[in-house]
């Protein structure tokens, strides 16, 4: 069964400063990768995905995300942080075969501080 | 336009009452989602449709059931609602059904129920 685990429920940077919310999957083969946003009172956005064409995966909005197999993760990166970044992050996992379902993680909320 | 619509976005409702919360997309996706968002955040699938049959049926209770009158609407009618009901319940479509295809969500609907 695949999963993914998001470390840190809370995450908090100052503006200008590095974004980095970590997500690690478990699947038997590379699956599918999504990162999606989530800003207060709203549905989830799509930041990107990772569908295996390239492993460095760049999104909306300055955010970008790289799949490392060997580590089994697709971290969540942005170089500077904007107060506008200020959101839950969810990072989701689905499968290539069987039944194609979003799993999602539990979700990180990002503050940024002025 | 809205690609992902839900009405209503409010639901505050008594224990044991029926209701019905309906979705449209106007995307001209083939497949459409429900999801359950609880009081943590922590988002799960519970149904979804692709051309209108229904091919993921997670162990939601038989008070939930979905209704797909055509491919651009999905409806979720919920009977005798119960308190741990209450939730943020998301709306959302997909052009086809892969494991690497986006999904479009919609605002959500905030359910409560006293």
């Known amino acids: 069964a695949q999963s993914v685990t998001q470390l840190g429920s809370h995450v908090s940077v100052s503006e200008g400063a590095l974004v980095l919310l970590r997500c690690n999957y478990s699947s038997s083969v590379p699956p599918y990768l999504f990162w999606y946003v989530q800003y207060p009172n709203q549905g989830l956005q799509l930041l990107l995905k990772y569908t295996s064409a390239a492993t460095l995966v760049k999104g909306i909005n300055g955010f970008e995300a790289e799949f490392k197999k060997s580590e089994t993760s697709f971290h969540l990166t942005k170089p500077s942080a904007h107060m506008s970044d200020a959101a839950e992050y969810f990072c989701a996992v689905s499968g290539r075969s069987g039944t194609y379902k979003y799993i999602f993680g539990t979700g990180t909320r990002l503050k940024v501080l002025a | 336009d809205t690609a992902v619509s839900q009405t209503p976005k409010y639901l505050v409702t008594q224990m044991g009452n029926d209701k019905s919360i309906k979705c449209e997309q106007n995307l001209g996706h083939d497949t459409m989602y429900w999801y359950k968002q609880d009081s943590k955040k922590f988002l799960k699938i519970m149904f979804s449709?692709?051309?209108?049959?229904?091919?993921i049926n997670e162990t939601v209770p038989n008070r939930f059931s979905p209704k797909s009158p055509d491919k651009a609407h999905l409806n979720l009618h919920i009977n005798s609602l119960e308190l741990g009901d209450s939730a943020v319940y998301f709306c959302?479509?997909?052009?086809?059904?892969?494991?690497?295809?986006?999904?479009?969500f919609g605002p959500g609907t905030r359910l409560t129920v006293l």
């Open positions: 959302a479509s997909s052009q086809g059904y892969s494991g690497s295809d986006t999904q479009y």
């Open positions: 449709y692709n051309n209108k049959e229904l091919i």
